[in-house]
């Protein structure tokens, strides 16, 4: 998996446009990482195998998340574009890239509105009152949220938008807690 990770991250860093990655490439990069965790914590530290697992999780660390920032920035750049290819995205990736979508035709709706001069700010997407993101601290069912939508199911650590109202009470009943993304 490793060269697997290498060959992404150099062609992803070697070229403006998205390149194809395989759907379930972060489930099986999840796992590496995870195995190349836990070999690097039960080898000798001071042996020359437990100082090969350290670099070599130094440096998968490294590429992995220089990669998910590369294309990450592609994504974000192709759906202001309008041109997203959505073969070339991982599983894991595809919603992110709708819901950046979304949230960029809903920017545009209101930047239409105001030119228009039928903007009114209770029309934002992200409003008072409105999504809120949280950080599960107990497994939860899916929910029909105050907007009628279907939310979850949700498994501790998982993080979230749901509607607002909904999050309060999740919090006042210890479910999960607030996140801040100001900071």
Excluded: H
């Excluded at 062609?11 to 690097?40: G, H, T």
């Excluded at 750049?77 to 709708?98: C, H, N, Q, T």
């Amino acid at each position: 998996m490793y060269e697997e990770l290498l060959n992404a991250w150099k062609r992803e860093a070697s070229s403006v446009e998205l390149q194809p990655i395989p759907r379930d490439f972060y489930r099986r990069l999840n796992v590496f990482m995870r195995r190349l965790r836990e070999d690097e914590k039960l080898a000798d530290r001071e042996s020359i195998q437990g100082k090969l697992l350290s670099k070599a999780l130094e440096v998968s660390v490294k590429l992995v998340e220089d990669l998910c920032y590369l294309r990450l920035t592609k994504i974000m750049d192709a759906s202001i574009r309008g041109v997203v290819e959505w073969d070339k995205l991982a599983d894991d990736e595809r919603p992110f890239a709708r819901e950046f979508s979304k949230i960029l035709e809903e920017y545009n709706r209101m930047v239409r509105r105001i030119v228009e001069g039928r903007y009114t700010p209770s029309e934002a997407m992200f409003r008072e009152g409105g999504l809120k993101l949280v950080r599960f601290t107990a497994d939860i069912p899916s929910f029909v949220g105050v907007d009628l939508k279907v939310y979850g199911p949700f498994k501790v650590e998982d993080v979230a938008y749901i509607p607002e109202e909904n999050a309060i009470q999740l919090v006042k009943q210890g479910i999960a807690v607030d996140v801040d993304i100001t900071e």
